[in-house]
């Protein structure tokens, strides 16, 4: 419903105009009445009306001042005069000054009424054009940050083929980062937190949009608004220009406070993984480096802040030294024989053994996992294989062990996970049997 205000210093010509007309069945509601412009400035303080009809000449303040009052104050509505023939010279200047129309005194209400819903006709056409504009307006802003995102994204994966092109897209498509040093950050949830606190799938979405804000707010000026921040599930990118003062120290303190604050408000905690500084040519190479650097929270466990370098690089499978192999394949070639011979306390000490290698070799996250495959698909072929009965539980119930090797993220995790897989499995092969001391 249209809200009215009446502005006339002729009680008895006001009145009619506010009783002789059925507003309301016409949509409109009359928000009250003045007998000048001063008066109507000080209701609208309370109100604003969307349809101004005001006489032309009134004591203290004329319709003209008090249209362009509101016109100075930016008050949205579309005003009507009524006017008398001799102050016809006045509402042409008012049409000149934006007033939709005028009504020429003495009229009766049927005239009031059919200019009054002009404008009311105006005022729908006006607001849906209105709705329609910010409607395409926030499905372009929607749509112009996926591809945005996807054009960082593709940033992230490789160089430019026409290094022109990445200059021209910052300007394109509006990305706050310049031809400048810049480095990549990753964040990632620890999801040891966020399964504790049990979230549901609708909760985690509101979770990252809060963490995204928050990282915003914590990192505030520190790369002086040259960045962007990508939300990719329980990961986040941060893009960002370093600027030239900046010291290692200053960067650190800014990531502390995101992983503080993450902490204080959503009770969840971050890992950080840390690039080098590279030209924006080769953000991709900071990216993997950041990746690399994170990769090293499966040794450490969570809620670290990991700088690449090259000292701290994960030896990848090709770099493992010929000697360790062999010594680290003949411990396996061990802990299969002692599994043979029904030897389980050396079994359980090589096994101790085997995994106290992946952390002081540093093997990469991949080849640990394979090990640990390896290892427990060999318990299993163990377990197929016996003359008990009732296998088959078991056999299930270490192939859910296997399955669970992609999803551990820290040694600490791996680690207690294969003591219960070694534990299960020596209860079962000594079912009958007297347990060692070594064993107990």
Not at 44 to 52: A, F, N, Q, V, Y
Not at 191 to 204: H, V
Request: charged letters at 30%; aromatic letters at 8%.
């Amino acid at each position: 419903m249209y809200k009215l205000l009446i502005v006339e210093d002729e009680p008895s010509f006001r009145e009619g105009i506010l009783t002789m007309i059925d507003w309301e069945s016409e949509g409109i509601r009359v928000i009250g009445t003045a007998s000048n412009g001063r008066k109507a400035l000080e209701m609208m303080d309370s109100e604003m009306p969307d349809i101004l009809l005001t006489d032309i000449r009134m004591p203290q303040m004329s319709g003209l001042e008090l249209i362009e009052e509101t016109q100075k104050r930016e008050i949205d509505l579309i005003p009507v005069l009524l006017t008398g023939y001799s102050e016809f010279e006045y509402a042409q200047k008012a049409l000149k000054l934006g007033v939709f129309d005028y009504i020429l005194k003495p009229c009766n209400p049927k005239q009031v009424r059919e200019v009054i819903l002009k404008v009311k006709d105006e005022l729908v056409r006006k607001r849906s054009q209105a709705s329609q504009v910010n409607r395409l307006e926030r499905q372009w802003m929607a749509n112009a940050r996926t591809i945005k995102e996807d054009k960082l994204t593709k940033w992230l994966k490789s160089a430019p083929r026409n290094p022109e092109e990445r200059i021209a897209e910052i300007a394109e498509y509006g990305i706050r980062i310049t031809n400048k040093p810049a480095m990549v950050i990753v964040f990632r949830f620890d999801s040891k937190e966020l399964n504790a606190l049990a979230y549901e799938e609708n909760d985690l979405h509101l979770i990252r949009y809060a963490a995204s804000n928050i990282m915003e707010e914590s990192i505030g000026d520190r790369f002086t608004g040259r960045h962007e921040l990508l939300t990719l599930e329980d990961q986040f990118i941060l893009l960002a220009n370093v600027p030239g003062e900046a010291i290692h120290s200053d960067i650190q303190y800014s990531l502390e406070s995101v992983q503080r604050n993450l902490s204080a408000f959503l009770k969840v905690s971050v890992s950080i993984g840390v690039g080098s500084m590279t030209t924006l040519l080769e953000l991709h190479r900071s990216y993997k480096e950041a990746l690399g650097a994170l990769s090293r929270r499966f040794f450490y466990g969570g809620s670290g802040l990991f700088v690449a370098t090259e000292a701290t690089e994960e030896p990848s499978i090709a770099t493992e030294s010929s000697k360790f192999q062999h010594d680290f394949a003949e411990l396996e070639r061990q802990i299969r024989g002692f599994i043979a011979e029904s030897n389980y306390a050396d079994f359980v000490s090589g096994v101790e053994e085997w995994l106290d290698s992946f952390r002081e070799r540093g093997l990469s996250i991949s080849r640990i996992h394979l090990h640990t495959y390896s290892l427990i698909d060999g318990l299993i072929k163990e377990i197929s294989s016996s003359p008990q009965e009732n296998m088959k539980e078991a056999i299930e119930q270490f192939e859910s062990y296997a399955g669970l090797v992609q999803r551990l993220e820290t040694f600490e995790e791996l680690s207690t996970m294969m003591t219960v897989v070694i534990q299960k499995f020596v209860e079962l092969k000594n079912a009958k049997k007297p347990l060692h001391k070594t064993i107990h």
